[in-house]
């Protein structure tokens, strides 16, 4: 029996061979190494990806979808909301289970022992999984997902730019991405309205050391009037904070560059350890 999209899970199911081709080219699966697939739908990336890795993890909402899913035998299921997958234990998980060994069978290289995440995310909660997931960047090799594009041009948008934002910030700080790949519409079934693209996002090696939440609400209160000067607006929080450094509050939130936003943070409250 076919199955129907759920407008709830914000399903759109691709079905382009072409585009699944260079989205697992450019993933680059290799035999042995730890994935975790978000949201595999109707498997159409999962079954090239899996036989290119012997074994596969995947999450699946839907519960029709999780029972097909179980039915085969290379794929480890779990049927939970992914905002609520702690992801160190999943690795965890995969340790204790396979140690060390490839659980497709056959040979392969020695790898990471971190998670390579890869999905095609539901538009209506893609940036509520991205902040998930780098509460958990700890035990991630890299991440590959394919997003509605204007999200993934807001994630790599460079400063002084129209798209540049709390997200660039909030992500930039912590990776390196890519936009790797444009995918149309008509790539999926039923067709969203929207173009989608594929991101390519790897952990930076040595990340500066901040405390998160307050440079999210730094972050927050400096884009909540992005179109004032940042006096009005984040000039008034440092103030509040007792902050007695050198900021230049004459810009425009966009004008600022990543770099700075995490000097400031580090300046207010200095940290030992990123997350």
């Not at 999962?46 to 909402?61: K, Y």
Request: hydrophobic share 45%; with cysteine; proline share 7%.
């Amino acid at each position: 029996m076919k199955h129907v999209a759920r407008k709830r899970f914000g399903q759109h199911f691709l079905t382009d061979g072409g585009i699944i081709e260079a989205i697992v080219h450019a993933i680059g699966p290799k035999p042995g190494q730890r994935m975790v697939e978000i949201g595999p739908g109707l498997a159409a990336l999962t079954q090239p990806l899996v036989e290119r890795l012997g074994h596969l993890t995947v999450i699946e909402l839907d519960r029709d979808l999780a029972h097909r899913l179980r039915s085969h035998g290379q794929l480890t299921v779990i049927e939970c909301d992914v905002l609520k997958v702690d992801f160190a234990l999943v690795n965890a998980d995969w340790t204790a289970t396979n140690n060390g060994a490839n659980p497709g069978g056959g040979t392969h290289e020695v790898f990471s022992d971190k998670l390579r995440v890869v999905g095609n995310l539901p538009y209506n909660i893609s940036t509520p999984i991205l902040f998930h997931l780098l509460d958990a960047v700890d035990v991630i090799e890299d991440q590959h997902f394919m997003l509605q594009k204007e999200v993934i041009d807001r994630m790599v948008a460079k400063p002084a730019t129209a798209a540049f934002g709390r997200l660039s910030v909030m992500l930039q700080w912590r990776y390196a991405m890519e936009n790797v790949l444009l995918v149309p519409p008509e790539s999926f079934d039923p067709p969203p309205r929207v173009n989608s693209a594929v991101v390519r996002m790897v952990p930076l090696a040595s990340p500066p050391m901040v405390n998160v939440a307050l440079l999210s609400e730094l972050v927050q209160v400096a884009f909540s009037q992005r179109r004032k000067l940042l006096r009005h607006t984040l000039g008034r929080w440092l103030e509040e904070k007792g902050f007695g450094g050198r900021f230049d509050v004459q810009r425009r939130a966009e004008e600022v560059p990543v770099s700075e936003y995490v000097e400031l943070v580090q300046q207010i409250q200095p940290q030992r350890q990123p997350i």
